[in-house]
């Protein structure tokens, strides 16, 4: 059985209160249930945390036994040279995710930091990124 890791980053525990208009009204941890539902042949884990340092761990922790990691960095995506030397220095595939579409909103979020080190980038597609994402991987 394929192993891919789901990674949010910070404020995404929020989801479905934090900004429901850009970010719809349902938790990741109501979301999760359906993903895995649809990929019955792959085990899905799910991590999430608002620090940077954590976010890098988790991903060194498995990055080199799991068959993928989808990763949506929040604003980290934006800012951090840490995650991208962590990214590029992963066996495992990771494929970038945004739940909004981010070049449609404030111009410091049209330049993400981790790109040049995934796979892809999917955006724009609400919560269904992370089943384009895992397709991605697969």
């Known amino acids: 059985m394929k192993k891919i890791l789901i990674v949010n980053g910070p404020n995404l525990n929020l989801l479905g209160v934090r900004e429901p208009e850009?970010?719809?009204?349902?938790?990741?941890e109501n979301y999760l249930p359906r993903l895995q539902e649809m990929f019955p042949d792959v085990s899905l884990e799910y991590y999430q945390s608002n620090i940077e340092g954590e976010l890098i761990d988790k991903l060194q922790e498995v990055g080199f036994s799991y068959d993928g990691i989808v990763l949506n960095a929040g604003a980290y995506t934006?800012?951090?040279v840490a995650l991208l030397d962590?990214?590029?220095s992963l066996k495992s595939p990771?494929?970038?995710v945004h739940i909004s579409n981010v070049?449609?909103?404030e111009?410091?979020?049209?330049h993400s930091m981790i790109s040049a080190g995934c796979k892809g980038v999917i955006c724009g597609f609400g919560l269904d990124s992370y089943r384009l994402?895992?397709?991605g991987v697969l």
């Open 86 to 88: 962590c990214i590029r």
């Open 133 to 135: 994402a895992i397709e």
């Open 94 to 96: 990771v494929v970038e």
């Open 22 to 28: 850009i970010y719809g009204e349902n938790s990741f």
């Open 103 to 105: 070049h449609q909103r």
């Open 78 to 80: 934006h800012t951090s």
């Open 107 to 110: 111009e410091f979020r049209h």
